[in-house]
């Protein structure tokens, strides 16, 4: 797994032997979206690969003004692989955008602020690598409608796995009653377990991709499930995140169902999470491992993690980009909303993987998921980390206790921190906590984010009334 082609010239021989018709250009926005134009093979050419194809950036949210709208689409050839979903022979190709007005990689590219977060951890001299493992987790409906109107809202989906189809007639077929229930989904063989084949087929696309797949299975919500994959760099794991989601959403559609990664689609169940394995290292060595520490953890790891706890509120605005996300960071539910580290202990917001020796220790963050943007997500936490170690910042922790079972008022007591409770509280915390993020972020791109985010997320989110409170409020 990994590279199919090398250099620029690898990529046309590639091209020519699998008979490529379209080269597919694909980039990522500020949320986390995947964009993409088509170009005829016979229109690509070596000048274009290294010099860049035009678009119109003003087309995006939050980019570029109308009257600078002119950008450059540099592709990443190493990046190349094949459609596995088009009619006809495709070749993607993943892109950085180049801002021609200042002559540099974009300051509002998700994928080159990534690159700048390695670069500046480079340029201090503290690691020339950097590793992260995400766990996005997903589910399946068999369909999804909603409505939002100015005088009405709502939502319903269903999975013939949801526990609310006990009782349903089916008209063209019987009721199975084999379902796993609320909370009850993680591991049941078939036919509890109704995604087996379907999962199967992922994992072998994901392959084909260039992805290395370790495992399948279904997780702890009815329709809910997870592909794991083998950790890269800080961009290739990116990349990755944006390859999962799009097999991921695709063998879902084409078997003719729907995919959503989003964080808390049901109520009352676990929600979708992307856990974020991470370390540090330098001239082939793993900075995070201290034998014979807890957990085998260098002070390094543990300032790293104090680092991304300090700036938590910050760092969510770009982790847990959603209004939805904070719906899932509630207790009860495995989401990891208490601020500490623990060795094995998955209550803890940072969890160290048990049994890993000097090439595996690692520090897993738990709190993350798919509404973000993987580049930023990602650089973010490895920004907050550099400056937990340089100010060696120390988390409260360690914690083997089940977290789970402590009250508000007993995780006050105790002094332990917790996750921003909403998104207009991690933006909140953003505006307020950013120096940290300036070596790589500019101002402009802080300011457009928080800006995009009340507008398109809080300010509508918060306007509107939910049948819950319909519920809760219309008697008054």
């Known amino acids: 797994m990994g590279k199919f082609v090398n250099n620029t010239e ?9 008979e490529v018709e ?28 290294e010099g860049g194809f035009p678009f119109d950036g003003s087309s995006i949210e939050a980019w570029q003004p109308i009257n600078k709208s002119d950008m450059l689409l540099k592709a990443d050839v190493e990046t190349a692989f094949l459609d596995p979903f088009t009619a006809d022979q495709t070749i993607i190709l993943i892109c950085d955008i180049f801002d021609i007005y200042k002559g540099e990689l974009y300051e509002k590219c998700p994928r080159s602020i990534a690159k700048k977060a390695l670069k500046h951890a480079e340029d201090i001299g503290i690691a020339d690598a950097a590793y992260f493992g995400p766990e996005n987790e997903f589910f399946i409906f068999d369909d999804v409608t909603f409505v939002d109107n100015i005088n009405e809202a709502g939502y319903r989906v269903d999975t013939e796995e949801g526990e609310w189809n006990s009782n349903t007639n089916y008209k063209d077929m019987y009721n199975t009653a084999h379902r796993p229930g609320t909370k009850g989904g993680y591991f049941p063989v078939q036919p509890t377990d109704s995604m087996v084949d379907m999962r199967a ?20 919500a009815q329709g809910q499930g997870e592909i794991g994959i083998v950790f890269s760099d800080i961009i290739g794991a990116s990349d990755n995140v944006q390859k999962y989601k799009y097999v991921v959403k695709m063998i879902a559609h084409l078997n003719g169902k729907t995919a959503t990664f989003m964080p808390k689609p049901l109520y009352g169940d676990n929600g979708n999470g992307m856990h974020v394995h991470q370390s540090l290292w330098k ?42 996300s904070y719906k899932r960071l509630i207790p009860g539910y495995e989401a990891p909303s208490i601020l500490t580290y623990s060795s094995q202990n998955r209550s803890a917001a940072c ?7 000097e090439m595996a220790t690692r520090i897993e963050m738990r709190f993350p998921d798919s509404t ?17 170690i340089k ?34 509280e991690a933006i909140e915390g953003l505006i307020g906590d950013n120096d940290f993020l300036k070596p790589v972020f500019t101002d402009e791109m802080i300011e457009a984010y928080q800006h995009y ?14 049948a819950y409170e319909f519920k809760s409020t219309y008697q008054c």
């Open 10 to 18: 690898e990529f046309f021989t590639f091209c020519k032997e699998n």
């Open 22 to 49: 379209f080269v597919d250009l694909r980039f990522t926005d500020i949320k986390g979206a995947w964009h993409h134009l088509t170009y005829r093979m016979s229109a690509v050419n070596e000048g274009n690969i």
């Open 201 to 220: 087929e992922m994992m072998q696309v994901l392959e084909q991709v260039g992805l290395e797949v370790i495992l399948g299975h279904h997780e702890v």
């Open 283 to 324: 001239n082939g060595k793993n900075l995070f491992y201290n034998e014979g520490a807890y957990g085998n953890l260098s002070d390094m790891a543990i300032n790293y993690a104090g680092g991304i706890f300090k700036h938590a509120k910050a760092v969510a605005a770009f982790t847990n980009a959603s209004t939805n």
């Open 351 to 357: 969890r160290i993987p048990y049994g890993a020796g």
């Open 372 to 388: 973000s943007c993987p580049y930023l997500a990602f650089a973010v936490m490895m920004l907050a980390g550099l400056d937990g």
């Open 391 to 424: 100010e060696g910042t120390n988390p409260v922790g360690p914690m083997d206790e089940d977290l789970f079972e402590l009250s508000l008022d007993e995780i006050r007591e105790k002094g332990i921190p917790q996750m921003p409770h909403t998104l207009r």
């Open 453 to 466: 985010k009340f507008e398109r997320d809080i300010y509508p989110d918060e306007g509107r009334p939910t």
